[in-house]
């Protein structure tokens, strides 16, 4: 799998799981951003929201907290933006190894 396919992957699960605008285009950069706006937007309005998503992603609470010990808002939005990027795109590869695991296993048909 290509790079770019990978990152459009990435793209569709952000847009799907955090509520990204579609049109974000699927560059590091640009998921970053947008995904920091939308942190921070939970971050001020539902902090709870927040937390539960990071239990179910499975990011380490340390590095959580650590984020929000960063001086203001929009670096506590980011480095929590970078931490939700990062696992997301540990789940986008963990599915296509997954899956082209799948592919490559021959089907177990017993013989009569």
């Known amino acids: 799998m290509s790079e770019e396919e990978s990152h459009e992957q990435l ?8 509520r990204l605008p579609e049109e974000t285009v699927p560059t590091e950069a ?3 951003t947008a995904l920091a706006a939308r942190v921070q ?11 539960t998503a990071m239990y179910t992603l499975d990011i380490s609470e340390l590095k959580f907290e650590r984020a929000l010990t960063l001086p203001d808002i929009e670096s506590q939005a980011e480095a929590i933006a970078q931490l939700i990027i990062e696992r997301e795109a540990q789940k986008v590869e963990s599915w296509n190894r997954y899956q082209a695991q799948k592919e490559n296993q021959p089907l177990n048909i017993p013989e009569n």
């Not at 793209?11 to 955090?18: K, P, R, Y």
């Not at 937007?41 to 937390?51: G, R």
């Open 11 to 18: 793209h569709e699960a952000l847009v799907e799981h955090w």
């Open 30 to 32: 640009a998921l970053l």
């Open 41 to 51: 937007d939970l971050m001020l309005h539902q902090p709870q929201k927040l937390s």
